[in-house]
C-alpha cells in the first residue's frame, strides 16, 4: 500500500510538473517574446520586475530556514543593479560597482546600529548574498539586449530580429529546452542520481540529455564562435548547477522546518 501511495504521488508530482511547464509556454513564453522584441528599456523592466519577485521567493524560503533576511536592503540592491546596468551606455564610469559598494556599507552601518545582534551577521550575509546572486545574473540579459554583434545566418535570420533581442531568444531557447530536455530524458532514461541529497529527482543521464539539447538549439540558431558566445554556450552548465543551488536552498529549508 506505501509503495503505491509512493507511485501514485511521484506521478502526480511529474504531471504537475510538465502543467507547470505547459502552462509556462502558453501564458508567459508569447508576453516574453514580445517585450525583448520591444526594446530595451521594456526589458529593463521586465527583469527588474524579475529580480524583485525571485528575491521574494529566496527570501521566503531563508525565512522559513530560521533566518530574518533584510528584505529592503536585498530588493535595495537589486534594484540598484538593474538600474546601474541599465545607465551604463549614459555614464562615462561603470556604476554598478560604486552603486553595489554604496548598497553594502550602508546595509552594514544600519547593521550595526541596530541593537538586536541575533544572528545579525548570517542574517545580512545571506542577505547580500541573494541578492547578488538573483540581480546580477538577470541583468545579464539588459546588457544582451544592446549588443551589435549579429548573429550568423540561423532559423531567426528570416525574422530580420535586432542583433541583441535576437541573442536573447538563442539564449532563452537553449536554457528552455535544457530544462525541457533534461525533463523528459531524466524522466524516461534516468538511473544515476546526480546529488540524491540536495535533488533525488535530478539524474546525470538527464543533464546529458539537456546538455544536448541546449548544443543543437545553438546549433540551430548559428552562434558564432566567439568569447560572447563561449558564454552563452555554458548556458546549460549555469542552468544545473543553478537548479541544484536552489535544490539545496530548499533542501535546507526543509530541514530546518523537521528541526523545528
Known amino acids: 500500500m506505501d509503495s503505491a501511495n509512493a507511485a501514485s504521488a511521484a506521478s502526480r508530482s511529474k504531471a504537475n510538473s510538465l502543467a507547470q511547464r505547459v502552462f509556462s509556454a502558453l501564458f508567459l513564453l508569447p508576453g516574453i517574446i514580445l517585450i525583448i522584441y520591444w526594446g530595451t528599456w521594456p526589458v529593463v523592466l521586465l527583469i527588474t520586475v524579475a529580480v524583485m519577485i525571485g528575491l521574494r521567493e529566496f527570501f521566503a524560503v531563508l525565512r522559513h530556514g530560521g533566518y530574518q533576511p533584510r528584505a529592503l536592503t536585498g530588493y535595495a540592491l537589486g534594484l540598484m543593479i538593474c538600474g546601474s546596468v541599465a545607465l551604463i551606455p549614459f555614464v562615462p564610469v561603470d556604476p ?25 551577521l548570517p542574517n545580512w550575509a545571506f542577505t ?68 540524491p541529497y540536495l535533488s533525488p529527482k535530478k539524474s546525470w543521464e538527464g543533464a546529458i540529455g539537456g546538455f544536448i539539447f541546449a548544443v543543437l538549439t545553438a546549433m540551430l540558431c548559428r552562434t558564432p564562435a566567439r568569447p560572447a558566445d563561449r558564454a552563452l554556450g555554458s548556458g546549460s552548465d549555469r542552468c544545473a548547477a543553478g537548479t541544484l543551488a536552489h535544490s539545496a536552498t530548499l533542501r535546507s529549508r526543509c530541514l530546518s522546518a523537521r528541526s523545528v
Not at 554598478?96 to 541593537?115: D, F, G, M, R, Y
Not at 539586449?145 to 532563452?172: K, N
Open 128 to 195: 547580500l548574498a541573494v541578492a547578488l546572486y538573483v540581480s546580477t545574473l538577470l541583468s545579464i540579459y539588459i546588457t544582451m539586449r544592446r549588443l551589435a554583434t549579429p548573429l550568423e545566418q540561423g532559423w531567426l535570420a528570416p525574422l530580420r530580429i535586432e542583433p541583441g533581442a535576437a541573442w536573447i531568444y538563442t539564449s532563452l531557447a537553449a536554457t528552455w529546452l535544457q530544462d525541457t530536455g533534461a525533463f523528459f530524458v531524466g524522466r524516461q532514461f534516468g538511473r544515476s542520481k546526480m546529488a
Open 96 to 120: 554598478v560597482l560604486p552603486a553595489v559598494a554604496l548598497v553594502v556599507v550602508a546595509s552594514l552601518v544600519a547593521e550595526v546600529a541596530n541593537p538586536d545582534r541575533s544572528n545579525s
